[in-house]
């Protein structure tokens, strides 16, 4: 049987350099049995972080296909305190990853994974500050196989983020209403914080925000906790980290609020995604859900009980324990007010915004399917062998899946984006010997290819430089440097309809430029790419005037 390495000696080291000294020289029990936890904890988000970053070298030969990454990438270029789409922090976490690491596939999903490493210890955390020790690494086994933890979380991108952050915001709210002292004090600054750093990820941490409000509301500790002063210096401290994002939205017009209002809804309530969404707690956690429901029997039951106490243990996974649950309504809070939004026809429903939704769900199942229950130890130690049979199980169908997209053609897998900027790079110094290429516009966001593949100095523009929304954070003395405008074409056989080569000329001739298009075709070939398909590529030129 496999399991987690005892507790290592250095942590036991440091410990007795913080602690006071242990009567007889001995170590208890209770702090063995924490040690071995929180080397427990390490030691299960490597594997998983480790697990997937293989995974994801092995299936996926390009970024995500909607180019999402890559618009990180360049919007992370400038560090501004906001883009015309999203707030700035995970575009931030990109720029600061990238300075260290190098611009790799491989290194992006290293960030996806080490920022899921990141929620799930904060779900660690959030079992802790809810006294169930117990619950805190089979809480986390769970999450690792549900699908916004595992596969989905491959993309970063700004619902990707909330993963991270919504957890630390439960952790710092639960020790702010229950610590006292200094500590209570240095944990409602950290609530602000985090509350903060969650809506510079997305503004649809509001709902999450306005969960945690609510649950505080219905909470005895939690009304208490209002008539001290600590939710008021968790406010004080959460306006004065967005003031700056705050001051960048005024100045430019308020444009990142502008495009949230141009996504609503506005033919009424979509049926179909608030059907999506509503299930989608099903649909992304069912594998944990039916686990967690399957191990967690009261009592030693043969196959047929287990099989029969199946579906009730199901429904009861999902019950509150009376109004003043707070974690069941920390739990589900975001995903009922996101329903509510979605009925009132307010917003159009997003199914990638129930990714961070159910960081709560596997602790709250535990919660209700071991009250009562004495040997769940041996449960969890089954849990544990279930968890690593599911490491193994992707890990081996990794390399018959990536060879079913080689086969199948699948227009990701071919995509040539390294090749294309390496091609298109060698074009520019061939043509302009003497000019260094400074920037770069065209189709955004997949035109950052040439930076993130080619040369990270490259400053990436969404359009053309002098137009919305490049102005927003505009290229400095744009005119007087040497750009390049890419449009990429698709398949040759199949090509992409678009009218960006169009668009690009048009620009071109009214700045006075020749605006001569350079076509060029790539295509990947390797033991992963047995067929032969070609990408096309069509650029211009753009030189500054001479005197």
Known sequence: MLCWPAAPTPII???????????????????????????????????????????????DSNLDHYADMLENYAWGQNLAWGSTKHPPLFAWVTRLWF??????????????????????LGVYRLALALRRP??????????????????????FNANAILLSLWPWVAVAWHHSVR?????????????????????????????FLLGVFLAALVSHAGRRWFFTLKPWLALLVFVLCLLPHFQWLRLHDYV????????????GTDWTQLYKFAIAPVAYWLIPWLLCA???????????????????????????QGWDDSLFWLAMFPWFITLAFGVSGFVALSLPWAIPVGFGFTLLWLRNLTAGQAGTAAITTRLRNWFLAWCLLVVLVSPFYAWSLASDGSYRHYMPRREAASELLKGWHARHPDRPLQWVGGAWAENALLAFYGDPSLQVVPGVPDQFPA??????????????????????????????????QTWLQAHGQLAEPIRITVE????????????????????????
């Open 471 to 504: 102005t927003v954070n505009p290229v400095l003395n744009w005119a007087g440097q040497g750009g390049l405008l890419l449009c990429p074409m698709g398949e040759v056989d199949k090509p992409t309809p678009t009218n960006c080569p169009q668009q690009m």
């Open 256 to 267: 990142t609020l502008r495009y949230v209002g141009e996504q609503g809804s506005h033919d």
């Open 294 to 320: 399957w191990l967690y029997a009261p009592g030693q039951p043969d196959v047929l009980e287990r099989l029969r106490g199946w579906p009730l243990r199901l429904v009861r996974s999902w019950y509150p």
């Open 13 to 59: 080291f440091l410990h007795t350099l913080t602690s006071p000294p242990l009567k007889n020289n001995s170590l208890p029990s209770d702090f063995l049995k924490k040690t071995g936890a929180l080397y427990g904890i390490w030691t299960l988000l490597g594997l998983h972080v480790l697990v997937w970053v293989l995974v994801r070298g092995v299936t």
């Open 99 to 120: 300075d260290v690491f190098p611009t790799l596939d491989t290194a992006y999903y290293l960030l996806s994974y080490v920022n899921v490493g990141i929620g799930l």
């Open 524 to 547: 990947r070939q390797d033991f992963w790419f047995p067929k032969r398909i070609p990408f096309a590529y069509i650029s211009f030129d753009y030189l500054p005037i001479r005197p």
């Open 134 to 155: 117990d619950l805190a690494l089979p809480c986390v086994m769970l999450l690792c196989m549900a699908f916004p933890y595992s596969n989905l979380a491959a993309k």
């Open 179 to 207: 610590n006292t002292g200094r500590s209570g004090w240095l944990w409602s600054v950290a609530l602000g914080l985090f509350s903060a750093l969650a809506i510079l990820g997305k503004y649809y941490s509001g709902v």
